[in-house]
């Protein structure tokens, strides 16, 4: 049983269109994440969520909204892509106290 | 603001011998947290080992140490015996506690194993 799994894990899309990738985990965690990791590996957090409440936006564009239905799920709806948008996108997931994140595998993201 | 560096972009080994792999950071907040991650060629991200800021003895899991030297800031990962399947990218974060929870990763260090 995957503890934190996404999908899809590739997405190849046109600039101008939207695409979600959704997010599930099984960890009974309170905290789960966007984090956003470009063609430098370079890994940035996006969004956090605590109890489906948005507690961190690192000055994310507007055109990216995570959703979380409940505490075991967090969606990333993105609108009208742009080629810079074309990332590894990473959910996470953690429980408060040591902070470890427990990742799922990445979505791709490919805008041409 | 809390940062954490890698300045070893890349690092290359021989099968069965130690590696070190550099990673300081930087806060003003007495309680923090400090772990390493494993990112192999597969994508997934791996995690390794933790330190806490308060934590009196290095932290160690199987062939991995943490060499915690609080004074200087460093958070070095100590890789023993390293095989061929070591070959990956290793991240350095740090736990940021500023109200909520987050980690802070450093721009990581790419690992070569050769035999």
């Known amino acids: 049983d995957t503890a934190v799994s996404q999908t899809p894990k590739y997405l190849v899309t046109q600039m101008g269109n939207d695409k979600s990738i959704k997010c599930e985990q099984n960890l009974g965690h309170d905290t789960m994440y966007w984090y956003k990791q470009d063609s430098k590996k370079f890994l940035k957090i996006m969004f956090s969520?605590?109890?489906?409440?948005?507690?961190i936006n690192e000055t994310v564009p507007n055109r990216f909204s995570p959703k979380s239905p409940d505490k075991a799920h967090l969606n990333l709806h993105i609108n009208s892509l742009e080629l810079g948008d074309s990332a590894v996108y990473f959910c996470?997931?953690?429980?408060?106290?040591?902070?470890?994140?427990?990742f799922g595998e990445g979505s791709r993201l490919t805008v041409l | 603001a809390q940062k954490i560096t890698q300045t070893q972009p890349g690092m290359f080994v021989q099968e069965k011998e130690a590696v070190t792999l550099d990673c300081t950071y930087d806060?003003?907040?007495?309680?923090?947290?400090l772990f390493w991650y494993k990112q192999p060629s597969s994508g997934e991200m791996i995690f390794l080992i933790y330190?806490?800021?308060?934590?009196?003895q290095n932290a160690t899991e199987g062939r991995y140490s943490l060499n915690f030297q609080k004074a200087r800031k460093s958070a070095n990962l100590v890789i023993s015996a390293s095989q061929l399947g070591d070959s990956a990218m290793y991240f350095c974060a740090m736990r940021v506690d500023t109200g909520f929870q987050k980690l802070v990763f450093g721009t990581g260090t790419r690992l070569l194993v050769s035999p």
């Open positions: 969520y605590n109890n489906k409440e948005l507690i």
């Open positions: 996470a997931s953690s429980q408060v106290g040591i902070g470890e994140l427990f």
């Open positions: 806060t003003s907040d007495p309680s923090y947290g």
């Open positions: 330190q806490g800021s308060y934590d009196q």
